[in-house]
């Protein structure tokens, strides 16, 4: 079992920057899944990007080349960078996280069995 705390929403204009943060707990982090996944009312959770256990990064199409995701084990955190934000990004954004043995990458919020509790992203025109 792993509890996972998202931070660092808020509210910002259009073309500015955030960076979320999502810290783990538990001693096996390095051996998990990464993911950050949102979510808009009356829309389904989308997958925005996601790391695995040896580094290897994804990202949905709508944010390449603006965020970037990385992970530092030594905290058991996570981080989106969010640069170049659009009014479309508001959302509440989500980590998710799953043990995994394999170097698979998971962009399917099915595929994860841990969530945090959302932090709200909004980005003002």
């Known amino acids: 079992q792993v509890q996972l705390v998202e931070s660092g929403g808020g509210l910002v204009q259009a073309g500015g920057s955030l960076r979320l943060s999502c810290a783990a707990s538990?001693?096996?982090?390095?051996?998990?899944?990464m993911g950050w996944f949102r979510q808009v009312p009356g829309k389904e959770r989308e997958f925005v990007a996601a790391?695995?256990?040896?580094?290897?990064?994804d990202y949905a199409d709508s944010v390449k080349g603006r965020f970037t995701i990385s992970r530092d084990n030594t905290k058991n955190t996570v981080y989106l960078q969010m640069m170049s934000l659009k009014p479309e990004d508001t959302a509440v954004y989500y980590c998710?996280?799953?043990?995994?043995?394999?170097?698979?990458?998971?962009?399917?919020?099915?595929?994860?069995?841990?969530w945090g509790q959302g932090t709200q992203v909004t980005v003002s025109s």
């Open positions: 998710a996280g799953r043990a995994t043995i394999d170097i698979g990458v998971y962009s399917r919020p099915g595929e994860y069995p841990y």
């Open positions: 538990g001693r096996t982090f390095s051996t998990y899944g």
């Open positions: 790391i695995t256990r040896s580094g290897i990064r």
